[in-house]
């Protein structure tokens, strides 16, 4: 029993779910402002795709509240399957999506969509909804993507490597082992934030750095990004999850809600001939601050009704929103590339439009689709 039996989930962190969703959502303006922008360093609300790196936290903290004290009941095999049933049908459906909606994006600015054959995009829809990322003459957005019909994909891919090497080898380790790869970790962070290149790998990604932008491909310097951006923050939250010691503030959710909207939308630290300033706010947040906010909004009880519905709905949509809605961002690339001498009126509209229906989409996937296929694979794949 211990192989197939389906341990019931623990309570939630109510505000911890709130802020996933509004994070999720920061990283959905960032995107959409990003189409406008004319280089990192001019970015609107600059640093939102350092909403990745806190998803870590929290998803390293999670895992160790949910799994650390169920080994005795679960086997790796079980741990694998509960895992694939949170995480993969979403992925599935963004990557349909992405399938369907490809041949909207096509524009001058990629010109290789309206070239690539229909049997092509299926094929890559099919890898998407395996995760294997593809690289060459299956890049048929030509960004040198791993997961061109869904960009944030590649984010789930390395989710699933922290889940693996928790069930693998951090799970056993104790908090001062733990803690020692954690300062490893930390170290790697800082040279990427600080450009300290002792890989020689960091002069290919010249133009991005002082940043932790990257991760999204293949090639030798996005792994090490990818990696980077990725083991600290996860086995951090894993660390704090065994500490169990919370900072408690009042109304935490809101006030770190507060916090995580300025961070991301802090702009470019520093200037162009002026970069390093950048990293050092990119490491403060990543080292310091994302774990904070972790810990104080773990200890906020939402004693407020209102509060608390609030959070349910946007830890409901935080996921689904997250992984669906870039193939939208893709045709407001393409509507904004081929309308360029439109109404700057017109542009704010459509953007707000699209916010407000990846928001929609996020909810119907997550009411119809998400939680109905999930129910069905715990009935499927688990005892009782």
Same mark, same amino acid.
């Given at each position: 029993?211990?192989?197939?039996?389906?341990?019931?989930?623990? #309570?939630?962190?109510?505000?911890?779910?709130?802020?996933?969703?509004?994070?999720?959502?920061?990283?959905?303006?960032?995107?959409?402002?990003?189409?406008?922008?004319?280089?990192?360093?001019?970015? @609107?609300?600059?640093? *939102?795709?350092?909403?990745?790196?806190?998803?870590?936290?929290?998803?390293?903290?999670?895992?160790?509240?949910?799994?650390?004290?169920?080994?005795?009941?679960?086997?790796?095999?079980?741990?694998?399957?509960?895992?694939?049933?949170?995480?993969? &049908?979403?992925?599935?459906?963004?990557?349909?999506?992405?399938?369907?909606?490809?041949?909207?994006?096509?524009?001058?600015?990629?010109?290789?969509?309206?070239?690539?054959? %229909?049997?092509?995009?299926?094929?890559?829809?099919?890898?998407?909804?395996?995760?294997? &990322?593809?690289?060459?003459?299956?890049?048929?957005?030509?960004?040198?993507? *791993?997961?061109?019909?869904?960009? &944030?994909?590649?984010?789930?891919?390395?989710?699933?490597?922290?889940?693996?090497?928790?069930?693998?080898?951090?799970?056993?380790?104790?908090?001062?082992?733990?803690?020692?790869?954690?300062?490893?970790?930390?170290?790697?962070?800082?040279?990427?934030?600080?450009? @300290?290149?002792?890989?020689?790998?960091?002069?290919?990604?010249?133009?991005?750095?002082?940043?932790?932008?990257?991760? %999204?491909?293949?090639? #030798?310097?996005?792994?090490?990004?990818?990696?980077?951006?990725?083991?600290?923050?996860?086995?951090?939250?894993?660390?704090?999850?065994?500490?169990?010691?919370?900072?408690?503030?009042?109304?935490?959710?809101?006030?770190?809600?507060?916090?995580?909207?300025?961070?991301?939308?802090? &702009?470019?630290?520093?200037?162009?001939?002026?970069?390093?300033?950048?990293?050092?706010?990119?490491?403060?947040?990543?080292? @310091?601050?994302?774990?904070?906010?972790?810990?104080? *909004?773990?200890?906020?009880?939402?004693?407020?009704?209102?509060?608390?519905?609030?959070?349910?709905?946007?830890?409901?949509?935080?996921?689904?929103?997250?992984?669906?809605?870039?193939?939208?961002?893709? @045709?407001?690339?393409?509507?904004?590339?081929?309308?360029?001498?439109?109404?700057?009126?017109?542009?704010?509209?459509?953007?707000?439009?699209?916010?407000?229906?990846?928001?929609?989409?996020?909810?119907?996937?997550?009411?119809?689709?998400?939680? #109905?296929?999930?129910? %069905?694979?715990?009935?499927?794949?688990?005892?009782?």
């Amino acid at each position: 029993m211990k192989k197939i039996m389906y341990l019931e989930s623990k #309570p939630r962190y109510m505000a911890l779910d709130g802020l996933r969703g509004v994070a999720a959502m920061m990283v959905v303006a960032f995107h959409l402002f990003e189409t406008y922008s004319c280089g990192h360093i001019h970015q @609107i609300i600059n640093h *939102g795709y350092l909403a990745v790196d806190f998803f870590f936290v929290l998803s390293g903290f999670v895992v160790g509240y949910a799994y650390d004290d169920r080994w005795s009941k679960m086997s790796f095999g079980t741990f694998v399957k509960r895992r694939l049933v949170r995480l993969h &049908p979403m992925l599935i459906l963004g990557s349909l999506i992405g399938g369907l909606l490809y041949y909207f994006g096509g524009c001058d600015a990629f010109p290789v969509i309206n070239s690539t054959e %229909w049997y092509i995009v299926l094929l890559v829809t099919l890898l998407g909804c395996f995760l294997i &990322p593809v690289k060459g003459g299956l890049d048929i957005r030509g960004w040198a993507e *791993g997961y061109p019909l869904n960009g &944030p994909a590649w984010t789930l891919a390395f989710e699933y490597v922290a889940n693996l090497l928790y069930a693998v080898v951090f799970r056993r380790l104790g908090k001062i082992a733990l803690g020692a790869c954690v300062a490893i970790f930390a170290a790697m962070t800082v040279m990427l934030t600080l450009n @300290i290149d002792i890989f020689g790998l960091l002069a290919r990604r010249a133009d991005l750095a002082y940043t932790v932008i990257g991760g %999204w491909s293949l090639a #030798p310097e996005q792994l090490y990004v990818g990696f980077s951006r990725l083991l600290y923050p996860f086995f951090v939250g894993l660390l704090l999850s065994r500490i169990g010691r919370f900072i408690n503030l009042k109304n935490g959710f809101l006030w770190c809600s507060l916090v995580i909207v300025v961070l991301l939308s802090m &702009p470019f630290v520093g200037s162009e001939s002026v970069q390093w300033t950048n990293g050092l706010y990119e490491a403060f947040c990543i080292l @310091i601050i994302f774990p904070l906010i972790v810990i104080s *909004g773990a200890s906020d009880t939402m004693p407020n009704s209102r509060t608390r519905k609030a959070c349910e709905f946007l830890g409901e949509i935080s996921f689904p929103l997250y992984i669906t809605h870039y193939p939208l961002i893709y @045709i407001q690339m393409a509507w904004a590339n081929e309308h360029a001498d439109a109404p700057i009126s017109t542009h704010v509209f459509v953007s707000v439009a699209l916010f407000v229906v990846a928001i929609a989409l996020a909810y119907a996937s997550s009411r119809l689709y998400d939680i #109905p296929v999930r129910k %069905w694979l715990k009935n499927k794949m688990f005892a009782k």
